[in-house]
């Protein structure tokens, strides 16, 4: 059942002081945390969970992330309203609404089919509607539909994929955890056809994006 009331509110006000206190600034970002009913993205089973600044199981043995890593990604990449986004990853959604929030075209890739199916399903029915999801590997890349203006990958990458750098517009950014058993932050700016910059934060933890298909 869809149900947001004034305790979903109440609770969502606090996770958007607590991210606020962890240094997010970005007032668009905060607002969109202020705004999406995290519950709705998890098993209600698992309601109280949904507004502490945890990431927590979903299907599919997978994550829906931490509010606060969401929150510094999505900061990272400056979106414009209009920009068109690559996420790796779709995941619960939850980062897709966020995009979304802030008026990014979205195309999302998830290589579990369940995962897709399911998210793809959920996110029509509660209005959020991103240009496109897809079901396989992010690796590759959405080629048919590059360049984009960011890219976010929200899984663990052993690497940094050559395809993903590869899609992204000159003047673009992709914002990527990059190692294996804990992951630094990553930032690629990308300055000409031949040239990055790259920028490292702190370290975080993903599930790992992986490379082959089930
Ligand atoms: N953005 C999601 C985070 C989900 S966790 C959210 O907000 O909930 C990371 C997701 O990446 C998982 O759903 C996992 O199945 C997916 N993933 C892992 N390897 C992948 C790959 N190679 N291509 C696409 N998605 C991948």
Redesign the pocket.
């Known amino acids: 059942m869809i149900e947001d009331n004034f305790r979903h509110k109440g609770k969502r006000q606090q996770l958007v002081k607590t991210v606020t206190r962890k240094g997010i600034t970005d007032k668009k970002v905060l607002e969109a945390i202020g705004k999406i009913p995290r519950h709705l993205?998890m098993d209600s089973s698992f309601e109280d969970h949904a507004y502490q600044d945890k990431a927590f199981p979903?299907a599919?043995d997978?994550?829906?992330?931490q509010p606060y890593t969401?929150a510094f990604q999505t900061e990272k990449l400056e979106i414009e309203k209009g920009d068109k986004v690559l996420?790796?990853?779709?995941?619960?959604?939850?980062?897709?609404a966020v995009l979304c929030e802030l008026g990014a075209k979205v195309y999302s890739?998830?290589?579990?089919r369940e995962?897709y199916k399911k998210t793809k399903n959920f996110l029509n029915k509660i209005g959020y509607r991103p240009k496109h999801l897809s079901f396989?590997?992010?690796?590759k890349g959405l080629p048919e539909y590059a360049p984009f203006d960011k890219i976010i990958v929200?899984?663990g990458a052993p690497y940094v994929p050559k395809d993903l750098l590869g899609q992204l517009k000159v003047g673009g950014r992709m914002i990527i955890p990059v190692g294996s058993d804990v992951q630094t932050m990553t930032m690629f700016i990308r300055k000409s056809p031949q040239e990055f910059d790259k920028t490292e934060f702190g370290q975080f933890r993903?599930?790992?994006?992986?490379?082959d298909k089930n």
Do not use: M
């Not at 990853?89 to 897709?96: A, N, V």
């Not at 890739?109 to 579990?112: P, S």
């Not at 396989?136 to 690796?139: H, L, Q, V």
């Open positions: 993205f979903i599919a997978q994550t829906i992330s969401v996420e790796i990853g779709t995941g619960s959604g939850y980062q897709t890739i998830e290589r579990q995962l396989g590997d992010g690796y929200t899984a993903f599930v790992p994006l992986l490379e």
